[in-house]
């Protein structure tokens, strides 16, 4: 036997030692999956619909009304306005949950999640 030289790697140590990833860095991220069998992931945090910015606050007599801008639209919504129902300024399934005209605070409810825009 030579002395003086390293041995090689086997194969199996090769590949241990390359980084396994993704096999297109470019394709869509996949939804993590838990760790924990048979518990729910998380959701997903809701955000503002696109194209929806709240712009004011109007208060009459008690009542507050939300000036907003969707898409090339503008208006005003009250608490109780339903996208695709009662109104264009929110996509349908969006609802105005409350407004806090104090506060400059606007809440829309997407099925059990809300999402809240600030002035």
Do not use: C, H
């Not at 041995?7 to 990833?21: E, F, K, R």
């Amino acid at each position: 036997m030579l002395t003086g030289l390293t041995p090689l790697p086997t194969p199996n140590q090769v590949l241990a030692s390359i980084p396994s990833g993704r096999d297109d860095p470019f394709a869509p991220m996949a939804p993590s999956v838990s760790a924990t069998p048979g518990s729910r992931p998380a959701p997903v945090r809701l955000s503002l619909p696109p194209s929806f910015r709240f712009t004011g606050v109007i208060s009459s007599a008690g009542t507050a009304k939300a000036i907003v801008d969707y898409g090339a639209t503008s208006g005003a919504l009250s608490v109780g306005d339903r996208g695709g129902s009662s109104t264009d300024l929110l996509p349908p399934g969006w609802t105005v949950a409350a407004i806090n005209a104090d506060r400059g605070l606007l809440t829309l409810r997407q099925g059990r999640q809300t999402v809240s825009a600030e002035l």
